[in-house]
């Protein structure tokens, strides 16, 4: 099993990137939107990742979950390594071993949501660990909104239906692109608490990327990119720690290398 230290002490790790890059285009229109990133996500850890706009954050969660290709470079979930995967193997991957929240609450609208959150085990032929099942639906709060379709939910409710579906399946990492971004405050600090305690009590490992300080302050680490690549990294963040570490990043997009820059980056 790969392991990591985190904080002091030796941590298996949920996924790991090694030198990856992703790069869009040729020539003189190529873009580098990922530059050689190597980093660890430690199971049972929260990590938040962070960076200015176009910095390469959603590349890096979408190529580490098996959404997105990459050029070059490796990604592990576990002990698979994802660049050997054919698009079946890759399809049954994402469904056994790893769980999704975005922003867009992606709930079908004939369905409870009950019916929601079981979903994607039902399609995959799966029955649910029944106890974890309910644990997870006490913990976000469902209990008595099960027989309720999105339409008769909030959008906090809603949200909360997508946390539990994507926790439900004891998937190995659960990464969340802005989970956040279309809820108020306090919708929003429930679900991140929800987050939260999956982690604290279920032992889940979370990735989330997020443009809010305040929804970083929930997770245990929080990885920064600028440019396509890592430049800092903070345990244990505050609000205030986080919002300090933007301010002081490069600004800005994905960079159009110079020339000669693709053998290096490639």
Not at 10 to 27: D, M, N, P
Not at 53 to 75: E, P, Q, W, Y
Request: aromatic letters at 6%.
């Amino acid at each position: 099993m790969t392991t990591s230290s985190f904080a002091g002490r030796t941590t298996a790790v949920a996924a790991r990137a090694t030198e990856l890059s992703k790069i869009y285009g040729q020539g003189e229109t190529q873009v580098v939107a990922l530059d050689r990133v190597s980093v660890d996500f430690a199971q049972g850890q929260f990590t938040a990742i962070m960076g200015p706009s176009g910095s390469g954050k959603s590349t890096l969660m979408h190529c580490v979950a098996g959404l997105d290709s990459f050029t070059s470079g490796s990604v592990r979930i576990g002990d698979t390594e994802l660049g050997s995967l054919k698009d079946k193997q890759l399809t049954r991957l994402r469904r056994d071993k790893i769980g999704f929240i975005f922003q867009a609450f992606n709930l079908l609208p004939t369905l409870t949501a009950l019916e929601n959150i079981t979903l994607p085990m039902d399609i995959a032929g799966r029955k649910p660990d029944r106890q974890w099942l309910e644990s997870v639906i006490e913990m976000v709060g469902l209990s008595g909104r099960l027989g309720h379709r999105p339409s008769q939910l909030s959008g906090g409710q809603q949200q909360r239906v997508a946390v539990a579906r994507a926790l439900a399946s004891k998937p190995e990492i659960v990464f969340g692109d802005e989970p956040t971004g279309n809820l108020d405050s306090r919708a929003g600090a429930e679900v991140l608490g929800f987050l939260r305690n999956s982690v604290r009590e279920l032992g889940q490992t979370v990735v989330m990327v997020t443009h809010d300080p305040v929804a970083a302050s929930y997770a245990d680490r929080v990885v920064f990119l600028a440019d396509g690549r890592i430049v800092d990294e903070v345990y244990g963040p505050t609000p205030d720690a986080v919002l300090d570490r933007m301010r002081s990043l490069p600004g800005g997009g994905p960079r159009i290398p110079s020339a000669g820059a693709e053998g290096r980056v490639g």
